[in-house]
Nanobody
Framework: VQLVQYGGGLVQAGGSLRLSCAAS????????IGWFRQAPGKEREGVSC???????YYATSVKGRFTISRSNAKNTVYLQMNSLKPKDTAVYYC??????????????WGQGTQVTVSS
């Protein structure tokens, strides 16, 4: 199982970024994938999740600004982040859930990617 993340970087407040999480080594269609983030000095928090059937979930703090999607043809999950705020600054991780649903625990993690939003 491998999850490789792409994207991230530095953007001004109000800008946009897209993160990608490319999966390999398992039957991608059968698993939910989540996005998490960890800011300096804070605990890791869940940001969004997409189940194997395409159902999506968002943290209240990002709802309306972030959009999660998946391409089963490309074995990739995306996180489109719009209207970014300085408080969105964190290291972002994708993670595979242990099955089809977003309520399950995570069992594999991507390498993390830094997102920095300047004011």
């Amino acid at each position: 199982v491998q999850l490789v993340q792409y994207g991230g970087g530095l953007v001004q407040a109000g800008g946009s970024l897209r993160l990608s999480c490319a999966a390999s080594g398992f039957t991608f269609d059968d698993y939910a994938i989540g996005w998490f983030r960890q800011a300096p000095g804070k605990e890791r928090e869940g940001v969004s999740c997409i189940s194997s059937d395409g159902s999506t979930y968002y943290a209240t703090s990002v709802k309306g600004r972030f959009t999660i999607s998946r391409s089963n043809a490309k074995n990739t999950v995306y996180l489109q982040m719009n209207s970014l705020k300085p408080k969105d600054t964190a290291v972002y991780y994708c993670a595979r859930k242990s099955g089809y649903g977003c309520l399950l625990s995570e069992d594999n993690w991507g390498q993390g990617t830094q997102v920095t939003v300047s004011s």
